[in-house]
């Protein structure tokens, strides 16, 4: 009559060959894990009418690979469930297991109205305690509300504005597909950060592998080698293709490892590895979607279908697109991605780096990272204003304003501040980069990086003749590394300020 029990959690393809082919044979729905094949198997044991009681890992409650498990759970009604996330036992930390306790009834009333308690945003237990018994975050839903919603996540707290949106938009997968890229096999011999490689463009072609939160523009750190359509990589047997009808067509990317989902402008010409996602929108409509993708709208769509740290293809393409307003959207985004590639170009890690940010036509320092600091507040502040402008026209138009709130924090504007002791450092990066003659005070860009050297592209600074700076603690050397910084200090400020610049840096750096 009661089946009662916190099963064991374990990936199938973890076990034994002998439990895992009998857990494939018989139990094709739950298969991915020994939780959820146990509330396969407890349900058989229960008898009709009867009770399930249960806590296991939440992922069966929104993965694609538990849809088939949802719907024969559809079949039973969900007397209460206590949702209680991360952090739900002290001895257990970080986000890994995140967990749900749960009532099952065998009993089929798809009208029946089950009790939620959502307890997933306090992070230890005695405050996920206190909001259960303060009755804070209670739902009330029922299966049918929940069949509605493609997947069949069980999203207990999605409200009628929210499911309705599912209803009037149309699917992303129709709107902008989104696909998965191209597993390589072997990244440690077809992947390079692209200082890493000589320029051949019949060789090494741009990619983009995930990376950090990051929206609108960015993460371009790396190449592919992608000769000859992937001969070489093909050859290895070990690389899965996947899209290769989309291979160096402009899309979105993002990053499908991501406690908060982020999504940037894929250009023309680029190659998307597996651990990035990219979707495909006409290119009329790549604006658009960025903006809404970028939305706290979406972050509220993507917790529906999937609130794990993974956000696979499948659950951006069950997000509902309604377009509306979209020659304000499309103003408003091209701004904000010419904002962030200023900001992405500004630092060496860039292959479009013109050169510092320092570099003015002034003769402090000081007076240089004053002009630089009220440039980046300026860009910050104008990035967050835009996107909550954005955030409040998405709302508007999902109807979602009694659920969510425009405002961006600031952690979640993804240009950075001007920092003295970071800028003060890739200054000296520069500076010994024009030592070397990687960069020239004379032209922008990368001046050498292999290849011919040109010494006409050197007037105001000569790099060091025989390529070797010494580093002493004391000056014994008329070449080492403070004389040849001294030197062009003087080339990009002036020679009267050498002292106070100096001094600059050294306070900025927290030296004596």
Known sequence: WVTCTNPPYAGTSNLSANVNNFVKKNYPDSKADLFAVFIERCRQMTVNNGFQAMITQHSW??????????????????????????????????EVVQTTSFILRGYKNFDYVGVYCRLVEPVSQYAKEEMFQSGENRFFSSNKKMSDIP?????????PNTI?????????????????????????????????????????????????????YGNHSYVVNWENDGLEVKSTGRATVRNADKLFVSGISWSRITSYPSFRIMPEGYFFESASGVCFPDKENISFTLGLLNSCVIKHFAEI?????????????????????????????????????????????SWDFKKHPLLRNVSTISESFNQWQAECDDRFNQLKANEEELNRIFIDIYGLQDELTPEVEDKDVTVRKADLQRDIKSLLSYA????????????????YAGG????????????????????????????????????????????????ENLDYIAKALGNK
């Open 61 to 94: 409650m929104f993965l694609s690979v538990f849809e088939n498990l949802r719907r024969k759970l559809l079949s039973v009604s969900t007397v209460n469930m206590v949702h209680l996330g991360a952090h739900a036992f002290e001895e257990i930390g970080g």
């Open 151 to 159: 997947g069949i996540p069980f999203a207990y707290w999605a409200s």
């Open 164 to 216: 309705s949106a599912y209803k009037i938009g149309q699917p992303m997968a129709k709107y902008a597909p989104p696909k998965q890229g191209t597993t390589l096999g072997i990244n440690d011999r077809f992947l390079r950060l692209w200082f890493e490689t000589t320029p051949n463009k019949k060789k090494w072609f741009p990619c983009l592998k995930g990376g950090e939160y990051r929206k609108w």
């Open 305 to 349: 279908v999937n609130p794990t740290l993974t956000l696979q293809s499948g659950d951006v393409a069950t997000i509902p697109v309604i377009e509306k307003n979209k020659e304000s959207v499309n103003l408003m985004v091209f701004s904000l991605i010419e904002k962030t590639k200023v900001d992405w170009d500004s630092f060496e890690s």
């Open 432 to 447: 010994v980069g024009c030592m070397f003659g990687r960069y020239s005070l004379d032209v922008e860009g990368l001046a």
């Open 452 to 499: 011919e050297w040109d010494s006409s592209k050197y007037q105001s600074y000569i790099p060091d003749a025989d390529n070797v700076i010494p580093i002493t603690d004391e000056e014994y050397l008329d070449d080492d590394i403070v004389s040849r910084l001294c030197a062009w200090l003087k080339a990009v400020y002036g020679a009267d300020t050498l002292e």
